[in-house]
Antibody
Framework: QVQLVQSGAEVKKPGASVKVSCKASGYTFTNYGITWVRQAPGQGLEWMGWISGYNGNTKYAQHLQGRVTMTRDTSTSTAYMELRSLRSDDTAVYYC???????????????WGQGTLVTVSS | QSVLTQPPSASGTPGQRVTISCSGSSSNIGGNTVNWYQHLPGTAPKLLIYRNNQRPSGVPDRFSGSKSGTSASLAISGLQSEDEGDYYCAAWEDSLNGWVFGGGTKLTVL
C-alpha cells in the first residue's frame, strides 16, 4: 500500500536548521510529487511547498522563500524538507503528503505521512 | 487569519446530517477546485473530497462535497462518533501562487 514514513521528532535552538525526511513506498516515486504542510500548536494547516519526484522542480510558499529547501533522492524514494534560521513560531508538526508530479491548481494531497514534531526552543 | 473561512465549530447527534461551509473569493475557490481533509485526533490528515465533489476510494458515501461560486460545502450524513475531529477545506490561491487552507472546523458528535 502507498505509505509515507517520516523521520523522528527534533528539538532545535533558535537560529538552527532542521531537515525532515519522508520515505515513500508502494508507488513509483518519480510519477508523483511531495507536498509539505505544517501545523503549529492549536493552529490550522499551512502549505509550505512542493517538489516533483520526477525532475526535482520545486515551488515554495512565498512567506518561506529563502528559508526552506526541498530536495529528493530518487534512489531511495525519499523527499527532504530543510528549514533554516528557525524561530519559536516554527514549532509545529510537519507533514509530507503525496501530490501530483506537476504543480497544479487541481491537485490533491493523498496520503499523508505520520508527521514530525519540530520544537524550537532555547 | 485564513484566506478561506470556515466556521470554527459544528456539531450533531449520531445519525444526523451536518454541513461545513468554506467561503473564499474569485482568486481561490471561484476559479479553482476545492479539496477537503479530515484530521482526527492523533492521526495524520486524510483526503475526504477532491476536485469539489470526488470521493477517493475507501471514503464512505456519507461524505459529499459541493461548490457554488466562491463557496464550497462538505456534507456528512449518518453522523457517527468516529467522525469527531477537524475538517479543512483547501484551494489554490492565484494571488499567492500556492495552496491555502481554511482555518478548520471542529466537529463534535453529541
Amino acid at each position: 500500500q502507498v505509505q509515507l514514513v517520516q523521520s523522528g521528532a527534533e528539538v532545535k535552538k533558535p537560529g538552527a536548521s532542521v531537515k525532515v525526511s519522508c520515505k515513500a513506498s508502494g508507488y513509483t516515486f518519480t510519477n508523483y510529487g511531495i507536498t509539505w504542510v505544517r501545523q503549529a500548536p492549536g493552529q490550522g494547516l499551512e502549505w509550505m511547498g512542493w517538489i516533483s519526484g520526477y525532475n526535482g522542480n520545486t515551488k515554495y510558499a512565498q512567506h518561506l522563500q529563502g528559508r526552506v529547501t526541498m530536495t529528493r533522492d530518487t534512489s531511495t524514494s525519499t523527499a527532504y524538507m530543510e528549514l533554516r534560521s528557525l524561530r519559536s513560531d516554527d514549532t509545529a508538526v510537519y507533514y509530507c503528503a503525496r501530490d501530483l508530479a506537476a504543480i497544479g491548481t487541481g491537485n490533491w494531497f493523498d496520503p499523508w505521512g505520520q508527521g514530525t514534531l519540530v520544537t524550537v526552543s532555547s | 487569519q485564513s484566506v478561506l473561512t470556515q466556521p470554527p465549530s459544528a456539531s450533531g447527534t449520531p445519525g444526523q446530517r451536518v454541513t461545513i461551509s468554506c467561503s473564499g473569493s474569485s482568486s481561490n475557490i471561484g476559479g479553482n477546485t476545492v479539496n477537503w481533509y479530515q484530521h482526527l485526533p492523533g492521526t495524520a490528515p486524510k483526503l475526504l473530497i477532491y476536485r469539489n465533489n470526488q470521493r477517493p476510494s475507501g471514503v464512505p458515501d456519507r461524505f459529499s462535497g459541493s461548490k457554488s461560486g466562491t463557496s464550497a460545502s462538505l456534507a456528512i450524513s449518518g453522523l457517527q462518533s468516529e467522525d469527531e475531529g477537524d475538517y479543512y477545506c483547501a484551494a489554490w490561491e492565484d494571488s499567492l501562487n500556492g495552496w491555502v487552507f481554511g482555518g478548520g472546523t471542529k466537529l463534535t458528535v453529541l
